[in-house]
């Protein structure tokens, strides 16, 4: 009897698949044939003094001796010369294809991407419409009141429940209208704040339709000008514990799924995060920050700090008060681990908000020279217009009927030091609105299918790549962040 392994949800891209590498392949390619080339060119050039040097007395004694090595000499010479010339021509060619495959997938994609921006409006209206009809043909009139007026209203709530179940099936099976719907809302603040309509005179111009960190900024001025996101006190950093473990062998899926624990462990009351040390059989460590998300969403400050402020203040690609609190933290375990900050390298872990901090500190300069991050792993995370060095590496991770990683806009980039992870909703569950495919639980059982043995190498390469982080002995140290004074 033979049995089948069921069909992985997760497709995998980027990293050394990535349209970059491919581009960047042709070019290392080209760098080696010129090298070549020139080698050829050196050796020509040394088979021909190597005829000018025969002796004259050789030529006089034997002309016919003398006659064949020469014209040996002039093929070889011939030869290595035409072959150095083949290879600069060859060479010359993979760099203009580079190039203009480059430009044609960077056009390809703008086509595409204006394509579905063009054509948002009508897909949400065929999905209004498409969905209002379903209802009508699936809600029955209830009986649910003594009166027709109770049957009426029980009838209106079925089909209001009818209706949006099928607006948020149509959104699932068509992702690309967030995408579409974040321009176009873009494009609204723009002409609202530029019109002489009542929400100019209130906040002020916004910045162009194009600068999407530059609106966010905007709407995180214009709601601190009614008292509202106030992210200015810093924060209070405790630590709650530390605990130290036996040997552990670790995937990609517990590291989601500890990020995920983070958040659960945080609340409207204070933040959490946790920062461990592994310890490898060769007595060398590496440090996990796991980075919690958003935990509550309010306008108003409070004493937990992972909150609607530090969502837009990061999606701005503004300071929160976060990233100090973060930094603190982390510096205060390596010191009683005894370690200098810089010593060893540091993976940053988050979901939604805390996959954004994480992306924000691994691109932050200041943080960088303090800290060795090399590795950052997000789910659910809308990090592609952050600006991460291409001595970091990324692995992001993408429910297909998420909507929160889709909220900036643009797809992840498509780089060397980038992993993109897209996966289905786990099999057996069932998305019961659009945001549950947020949910922090479900990333952490979707990356659980992403082992070693996939047969993808973006896979196998992050797993050999990030043993260190993965498996020894554990420190785990446990800090609280909290606004104190609201």
Known sequence: MTTTDPAPQCTVSGSSGST??????????????DSSGDDATHLCSSVVGIGMSLPAKSAIMSPGSALQVTTKIASLTLHLGSLALRMEFVARTLRWSATAYELADATQRKLFAAINIYTTPERWALAVSTAAQKALFETRLPQEGPTVAGDLAGYVKALGGNFLKEVQQNVEDDPGLVDGTVVWTQLFVAYESRAQLPIREVFGASPSPTDYEGQIA?????????????????LSVRQTGTKSGAGHRRKLGDIVSEAADTEHQSNGDHSVVHVRRVVGADGKGAWVVSIPGTTHWTTQSDHGPSSTAANLSSM??????????????VGAAMKEAGVTPGGEPVMLTGHSQGGIVAARLAADQHFRQKFDVTEVVTSGSPIGRVDIPKSVNVLS????HDPVPRTDGVPNPDTVNRTNVVCETPKGEHLHTILDAHDASRYGRSAGELSADRREGQLSDWYARNHHFLNGKDTDFTFQLRRDNP
């Not at 970059?20 to 044939?33: H, N, Q, S, V």
């Not at 905007?218 to 810093?234: E, H, M, N, T, Y």
């Not at 991770?397 to 297909?400: D, L, Q």
């Open 20 to 33: 970059e590498a491919y581009f960047l392949d042709m070019r290392t390619t080209a760098t080696k044939l």
């Open 218 to 234: 905007w709407l995180l001025a214009s709601g601190r000008k009614l008292g509202w996101f106030k992210d200015s006190k810093p």
């Open 316 to 329: 701005a690609g503004e300071k929160s008060s976060l990233y100090p609190a973060i930094d603190k933290a």
């Open 397 to 400: 991770i993408e429910n297909i």
